[in-house]
């Protein structure tokens, strides 16, 4: 069974499976070899029923019909003010690291129709988003506020990282709302046993719209730090580009802990990117860990 499992981001709906092996199973051995020659021997030995991915894009496939390319046909009057906020949160971070990017004025600032629409033209036009349409902008945004809204479309996506999890599964690598996804599933199965977990470009620590809708919740006021420790893990490593506007926070020790180890790599202009998160050695380092952990068992 496999010592790896890998969680998936939004937009990856019309993938699958053995599509996200074929992309990123590659890199995460790349990864893996940066970190030297413990890690290279570890990489060259891993093989593909090592790697397990938790898939759950088709949950949010639309349904099809002969004009449909799988994501919805929405428009920016069809956001809600979970989905606008959100947008507006991307747009103020991609002002800050993006000189393309225009900043918000006290008009734009406030969640109107017209705000939402400059707000989509102008990421459009960002580095960090380029080549992104607004229809397809639009439906990550819906991908978030589904996960989190809706009590059905969460339990089938946790369900599939538990249908991929096994006694022998040491480290959960995940990947954007996949962050989200393994930091809640380990905080309710502490009993998988998984030892390390690597987020990557997370937004896990994006207040009111992630942080605050995190279950378990965070405990405000007496505890310190708010966020709830995920389950069983002994090594979480978080991976952060400083122009990945998703991973809107970059430093998580503050919500949850210093024993969290926080890296910020540089991904060049695909600042979001998975498999440019798989290939940096602070990654490797991380899953490393996990998979030291599992030689450590073998031994005794």
């Not at 069974?1 to 969680?7: G, Q, S, Y």
């Not at 103020?92 to 993006?98: H, N, P, Q, T």
């Not at 998988?192 to 405000?220: E, I, M, Y």
Request: net charge negative; glycine share 10%.
């Amino acid at each position: 069974m496999a010592k790896i499992a890998v969680v998936h981001g939004i937009a990856q709906q019309l993938k699958g499976e053995e599509t996200l092996r074929d992309e990123w199973a590659p890199a995460l051995r790349d990864g893996l070899r940066r970190t030297g020659a413990e890690g290279k021997s570890i990489a060259d030995g891993l093989a593909n029923s090592d790697i397990t991915f938790a898939f759950y894009g088709d949950t949010f496939r639309a349904p099809g019909n002969t004009m449909d390319v799988g994501t919805p046909l929405l428009t920016a009057h069809d956001l809600t003010p979970f989905e606008e906020q959100l947008l507006l949160a991307w747009w103020g971070e991609a002002a800050k690291v993006d000189t393309k990017v225009v900043p918000q004025d006290a008009e734009t600032m406030v969640r109107t129709p017209k705000a939402v629409q400059t707000a989509l033209r102008v990421l459009s036009g960002s580095t960090f988003f380029a080549g992104l349409g607004e229809r397809l902008m639009i439906g990550d945004l819906v991908q978030v506020r589904r996960y989190f809204t809706e009590p059905d479309v969460r339990s089938r996506v946790q369900q599939c990282l538990a249908d991929a999890v096994s006694a022998e599964t040491r480290v959960i690598v995940a990947h954007s709302l996949g962050s989200v996804v393994a930091y809640e599933a380990l905080c309710a199965h502490p009993e998988w046993g998984v030892h390390a977990l690597v987020t990557l470009g997370s937004p896990l620590g994006v207040p009111n719209l992630v942080f605050d809708r995190l279950k378990p919740p965070p405990v405000r006021g007496t505890a310190t730090p708010p966020g709830r420790w995920p389950g069983s893990v002994t090594a979480w490593t978080n991976v952060a580009d400083q122009g990945d506007v998703v991973a809107l926070v970059k430093d998580l020790r503050p919500l949850f802990g210093d024993r969290l180890a926080s890296r910020v790599v540089n991904n060049g202009t695909k600042a979001h990117g998975v498999r440019n998160y798989l290939t940096a050695p602070e990654t490797g380092e991380g899953i490393l860990a996990g998979l030291r952990s599992t030689e450590t068992e073998q031994d005794e």
